[in-house]
């Protein structure tokens, strides 16, 4: 288990650094004088290439999970694990590349699937961070010789909260676009350059800390209930 989390860790922080890389070079194109909003006019090509490049860093992430887990629940802990080391390890080589962000309230693009995330630093942190102790809760039973399966109750509570974090992060971007589109008309544009046009001078304004926080906090009470159920089944298993 040891020199598979060292396996893990290494795979994921140089998976990092490949997309501090990228992100770098993007940015020197794309903004000379430093990132910042409003965003840079961005071609429908460009904006497709972003959307592939970031779906195939969640398949790379997700298949390390798949080959390190041998059932479903280490599978999720191994993908949420090196996902997190990935997350924490980008900010930080931004950091010692080129001194950004200035504060961990910087405001950054996160994420664009299925729309543009956006949010202060801190925030993907603090997620990560969450996830790395469900990783763990998950892969020390699993140590232990104990299968910990998630129930469906709680995959619910997960993937319930995990929404709401969603919607506090397409929030603030998404409530600017709704200012001048419908939902149906960005569906059905012939083109789409004009949303494209009108999406650069978006300027975060207010992140939903409070959604934010109610997701993050339905997360964390069914993280403790696995942890807990784990437990008993453990010391169950053990006086038995």
Do not use: C, H, Q
Not at 38 to 62: G, V
Not at 69 to 89: C, M, P, Q
Not at 108 to 129: E, N, Q, Y
């Amino acid at each position: 288990m040891r020199k598979k989390y060292i396996n893990v860790t290494i795979f994921a922080i140089a998976m990092a650094f490949l997309e501090t890389a990228v992100v770098i070079y993007l940015r020197e194109l794309m903004y000379p004088e430093g990132f910042r909003f409003p965003l840079a006019p961005i071609s429908p090509e460009l904006a497709l290439t972003e959307l592939l490049r970031e779906a195939s860093t969640l398949i790379m992430l997700i298949m390390i999970g798949v080959l390190a887990g041998k059932k479903l629940a280490d599978r999720f802990a191994w993908f949420l694990y090196s996902f997190a080391i990935w997350d924490i390890f980008y900010y930080v080589f931004l950091k010692v590349m080129i001194n950004w962000p200035d504060s961990l309230m910087t405001w950054d693009i996160l994420f664009l699937i299925p729309a543009t995330w956006t949010g202060p630093v801190i925030t993907p942190i603090i997620i990560s961070l969450m996830m790395i102790l469900l990783a763990y809760f998950i892969l020390s039973f699993t140590n232990k010789g104990l299968s910990l399966k998630i129930k469906a109750l709680e995959w619910t509570g997960l993937i319930v909260g995990s929404l709401l974090l969603i919607l506090a992060f397409i929030w603030d971007y998404s409530a600017f676009i709704l200012k001048e589109y419908k939902l149906v008309d960005i569906l059905i544009l012939p083109d789409k350059s004009g949303l494209f046009d009108y999406a650069t001078g978006y300027i975060p304004e207010k992140f939903p800390w409070l959604l934010f926080f109610i997701g993050y906090g339905i997360i964390l009470i069914f993280i403790l209930l696995v942890y807990i159920r784990g437990g008993k089944k453990y010391r169950y298993r053990s006086s038995g």
